[in-house]
DNA sequence: AAGTACGAAATCGTATACGAAGCGTAGGAG
DNA sequence: CTCCTACGCTTCGTATACGATTTCGTACTT
C-alpha cells in the first residue's frame, strides 16, 4: 500500500487548506464578505491554524480574500468599481492570451470551441445564466489555454477566479448580451481560423469582453437612474 | 507621547517581515537563488518563525521567491526563459497602463519624464547601467503610475520587481540598446503630447519593451553560437 | 577505488499556549 | 431617555516545542 491513509489529497496541510478554501470560494460555499474564522477553518479541517494563516496568506496576495490587521480575513466581494477593473483587465491579458494562443490550435480545438459554443446558443431559450456563464468560461478556455507564456495565463486564471464568485451575474443582469456575445464567439472562432493577425485577434478578443463591461455599465447607469 | 518604542516600522511583525525580506530581494542584498532560511531571517529579524513563514507565503504568490515543501524557500532567479516570459507580459501590462495612464498626465509630468530622459542621454557617455536602469524605471514610472485601474498597476510594479533582482542586466548585456531606448522615449513623449490615441500609444509603448527584449534574444542566440 | 548504507545535523511542518486587540453588551451617570 | 464607561467574549498575533523530512558526511562493503 502507498498510503496510510487512503486520502491525502495534497502533501501539506497548508497546501490543503489553501486549495479548500480557494474552492469552497470559487464555487460559491463561502460567498463575498464571509468572514473566514481562522479557528473555525482549522477545526473543519482538522488542523491547526497555523497552516490555515499561511493559506489566507497567499489567497491574500491573490487578491481572493481581504484581510485586516486584528480583524481578520473576509471572501473580497466585488463591488461594481472591482468589477469594472477586474473585467478591464481580463479583457486586456484575456486578449494577449487569446492572440498568443491562437497560432498553436489545431483543428480540434476550433471543433471544440465551436461546439461549446453551439450549445450556449441551444442555452439561449429558456435561459440559464449559470450554466451559460460556465459554458462561456469552457470556450474562452479552449481559445487562451494553449498560450505559451504561463505569466499571462497565470493572470487570466485569477481574473477568472476573481469574477467566479459573482456566478452568472453578469449573464443573469444583462441577459440580452447573450445573444451577441454568441455571435462575437463565431467571429472570433473565423478570424482564429483565417489565421488572421495576431493583432486582430488580441483586439476582437479584448472588444468582446469589453462590449460585456460596457453592457454592464449601461444596464447599471440605466438602473441608477429609474 | 506617542510610542513607548520609538521607532515601530509597521503594524505586525509578519508585516515587517514582508517588507524587510521584499527590499532586501529588490535592492539585491539577496540575489536570485540566494537560501532564504527561516530560522535564520527570524534571528535577524529578532521573532519567531511564523511571521516569517506568511511573509514568504505572500511574497511566493508574487513570484519572487519559490518555495518547495521540506526543502525551503529561495530567491527566484530569472533564468532566460524566465526573463522572456516577464518582460513579454510587462510589455502587454506596461502597454496598457501607459495607455489608460496617458490621458490624465498633466504638463509637469511630461516635463518630468523629459528630464529624465535627459539625464539618461546625458548618462550614455561613459555609460553606468546600473544608473540607467534606475532612471529607465523612474521614466516609465512617471508615465504608468496615473493608470486609474490599481489591478493594473499592481500587474506592472509586479512585473517591475521581478526584474528588479536582474538589476542593470538587460543594458549591461545589450549597451547598444539605450541609445535607441532614449529615443523611443521621446517618440513616445511626443504621442502623449499630441494626445494620440490610446491604440497607439499602447501599441508604441509595447513595442518599446519588446524592442528590448528582442535585443537581448538577438544578443544572446548570437552569444549562443559563437 | 567506487558505491552504498547508516547516522547525525540542519531545516521544515504543525500543534499548542498565551498575550493583545477589537467588539458587543450591560450598567450607571447625566 | 441618552450617552458614556467598564467588563467580558471572540478572534487574531506570535512564541515555543516537538515531530518529520531532507541532506550531507562517514564508514563499510564489494
Known sequence: MAETVPAAPAGSKSEQAYALIKARIVEGTYSPGHRLVLARIAGDLGVSVVPIREAIRRLEAEGLVTFERNIGATVAGIDPTEYLYTMQT???????????????????????????????????????????????????????????????????????????????????????????????????????????????????????RSATLDAYLAQSSAADSS
Chains 1, 2 share one sequence.
Not at 490550435?105 to 449559470?130: H, Q, S, W, Y
Not at 443582469?173 to 464567439?185: I, K, L, N, Q, Y
Open 90 to 208: 481580463l479583457s486586456i491579458v484575456e486578449g494577449a492570451a487569446t492572440a498568443l494562443s491562437s497560432p498553436l490550435l489545431g483543428a480540434a480545438d476550433i471543433t471544440r470551441a465551436r461546439g461549446v459554443n453551439e450549445e450556449m446558443r441551444t442555452c439561449l431559450k429558456d435561459f440559464d445564466p449559470v450554466r451559460f456563464t460556465r459554458l462561456n468560461q469552457e470556450f474562452h478556455s479552449v481559445l487562451f489555454e494553449r498560450c505559451p507564456n504561463p505569466h499571462i495565463l497565470d493572470l487570466v486564471h485569477r481574473g477568472w477566479n476573481r469574477l467566479a464568485s459573482l456566478r452568472s451575474s453578469t449573464f443573469r443582469f444583462v441577459p440580452g448580451r447573450a445573444t451577441e456575445s454568441v455571435d462575437e464567439h463565431e467571429a472570433l472562432l473565423r478570424l482564429i481560423e483565417s489565421q488572421a493577425g495576431a493583432d486582430a485577434i488580441e483586439k476582437a478578443a479584448r472588444l468582446h
